[in-house]
């Protein structure tokens, strides 16, 4: 990415920590970086790093790297421009219009997907007001939402005319090429394409930022199948990915530590009218390890709070024992009266709701419930076992040992039996732990440590650039160590500052091998040389020594200045001792 006046001020004026932390709160002080979880994949184990003194950020577990500007743009999904002028609004610099760099067609592509979706919403909401939209309306008013919330929420209507939107679009100039991959039309029998909506009440899905990234459509017509529709997944949707409601909920999450997970569109439209503004939903009720991830870092109290019904309740275990294997711990919340939560608002009013939500259960208590609710006996021996079998399956996933063995006292208690069986039963469950999968940094084991750690040291202190003159890229053996040497010492004066990013931009197939050893402290060989100049003497030795072995493989054959060559050679390793 490029530079200017402009980003240059952004970047003296903003902390790379003080960003991110605003999206990763977790985010501590270990030795002279910081560290937590990341937020980019699934993971245990805290392999995410932010550099203070080089202002970038390295993740060793999924290779994610760079400077605040790309932090932003990943997290939320944006184009540099995009980035830049959030940020310059948080530095308090002006912006305007300036082009701080060439765009990519990527960045074109995104911004004018973009554009497409805004202009589909509002496409729907004018159709939901005019006069094809009445039934929708009327549906909508028999839920008892309000026009405000009709608007906040951007709810709209698609035209039964299957091409309508497509005819619109067109005569705004955009292809139908772009409306595809925007997932606003589909391919049909025989090339044609149609609207993917028809008929439906639409529910924009917003990001983070709020920009319209897909939508989700909802059938009047109760024969109609399916009775919710998402659109494809795009390059700037992904449903394992993204929330519904997050763009209106994230402030009230961020402030108050808490977040209420419903199962669907209207759920969570009710539960914001009424007050409840930290709800939102998966799309579906398929919560997946992405999702708790993105939870993970704002909420430190969640409630999943599903339909009422089978399916719905065998979804909120599901979703909390996703939960578990991303190590968060969450309660489940039953409403018990066979009520949507909208229904339930409408009904009861938000007090009753909350105090639903504060009943809220962990998984375990909240199946152990279920299996005692409505019994008017006590259960027989055979149903004991059998319910324990099904209950150890849930403490089995639990990885926190002190909670396991809380766990295992409660089924004890609740069900009347000896603790020590229930811990015998419990070692017979057979529980495969998902390994994370970790992506080494592209040549970081091959290359020699003192080879990697000069290149590290070059990399974190610009300085050394002039001390490293008295090699050559012939110095290196690792080839790699070679290309990296030599653009280091390429490097223009006034990109020495942002040497990592400089290098990754030059080599994108191993930028995560650049940030990685930039983010890191220098281990190893080079640590034991303790300064510069002794690295530097090491590597010459080590490259004298190379070379004299390679002639002395091939003695017999020397040519006279090649011998001269061998006798230097062996001259200058003995005094290097």
Request: aromatic share 8%.
């Amino acid at each position: 990415m490029g530079s200017s006046p402009v980003i240059e001020k952004i970047k003296e004026k903003l902390d790379i920590v003080d960003v991110i932390r605003e999206y990763v709160p977790a985010l501590k002080k270990a030795g002279r970086n910081f560290k937590a979880n990341c937020p980019f994949h699934n993971e245990k184990t805290p392999s995410f790093n932010v550099s203070p003194d080089k202002q970038i950020f390295h993740c060793f577990g999924c290779g994610e790297g760079g400077d605040l500007f790309s932090f932003v743009m990943k997290i939320e999904g944006l184009t540099f421009p995009e980035a830049a002028r959030k940020l310059a609004l948080k530095a308090g610099v002006e912006y305007g219009d300036e082009r701080t760099h060439e765009m990519t067609e990527a960045d074109k592509e995104r911004l004018e997907l973009k554009k497409m979706l805004a202009h589909a919403a509002a496409f729907y909401q004018k159709a939901l007001f005019a006069p094809e939209g009445e039934k929708a309306r009327l549906y909508l008013g028999e839920r008892r939402l309000s026009k405000a919330t009709v608007e906040r929420f951007g709810l709209g209507w698609a035209p039964a005319n299957g091409n309508a939107l497509m005819a619109e679009l067109k005569a705004k100039g955009w292809t139908k090429d772009l409306a595809l991959k925007a997932g606003l039309v589909t391919e049909r029998e025989g090339g044609r394409t149609g609207d993917t909506f028809r008929g439906r009440i639409m529910f924009p899905i917003r990001g983070q930022a709020g920009d319209t990234i897909a939508f989700g459509g909802r059938v009047l017509d109760p024969e109609a199948q399916p009775k919710y529709l998402n659109s494809p997944e795009t390059v700037l949707f992904s449903k394992r990915r993204t929330l519904y409601g997050i763009h209106e909920a994230l402030p009230q999450i961020r402030m108050s530590g808490r977040l209420l997970l419903l199962e669907g569109y209207m759920d969570v439209i009710g539960a914001h009218q009424h007050g409840v503004d930290w709800a939102v939903a998966p799309l579906g009720t398929a919560l997946t390890a992405e999702h708790a991830s993105f939870i993970g870092r704002y909420a430190k109290d969640t409630v999943v709070m599903f339909d009422d019904d089978r399916a719905g309740i065998q979804a909120s275990v599901r979703a909390a024992e996703v939960f578990m294997e991303s190590g968060l711990y969450v309660r489940l919340a039953n409403l018990g009266t066979g009520q949507d939560p909208d229904e339930f608002l409408n009904d009861h009013g938000r007090a009753e709701f909350e105090g639903k939500i504060a009943a809220a259960a962990d998984t375990l208590e909240f199946r152990m419930n279920l299996f005692f609710k409505n019994r008017k006996t006590p259960p027989t021996s055979q149903e004991k076992a059998q319910a324990i079998a099904l209950l150890l399956e849930t403490v089995a996933k639990q990885p926190d040992e002190i909670l396991k063995s809380e766990w295992v006292k409660s089924l004890a208690t609740r069900f009347g039996v000896e603790e020590a069986s229930v811990l015998k039963q419990l070692r017979k469950v057979v529980v495969r732990p998902e390994r994370e999968a970790r992506r080494e940094a592209p040549q970081a084991v091959s290359m020699p440590p003192i080879e990697r750690g000069f290149i590290q040291l070059m990399l974190r202190d610009p300085a050394l650039i002039e001390q490293a003159a008295a090699l050559s890229p012939d110095d290196f053996s690792d080839p790699m160590a070679r290309s990296l040497f030599s653009a280091i010492l390429a490097l223009p004066p006034e990109a020495r500052t942002r040497i990592p990013q400089a290098i990754s931009a030059e080599f994108p197939e191993q930028a995560a091998l650049v940030m990685g050893l930039a983010v890191s402290d220098p281990g190893g060989e080079i640590s034991a040389a303790q300064n510069a100049s002794g690295a530097v003497r090491m590597l010459k030795r080590f490259a004298l020594q190379r070379r004299w072995t390679e002639m002395k493989g091939r003695i017999a054959s020397l040519t006279a200045a090649e011998l001269q060559e061998f006798r230097r050679l062996a001259g200058e390793l003995k005094s290097s001792k």
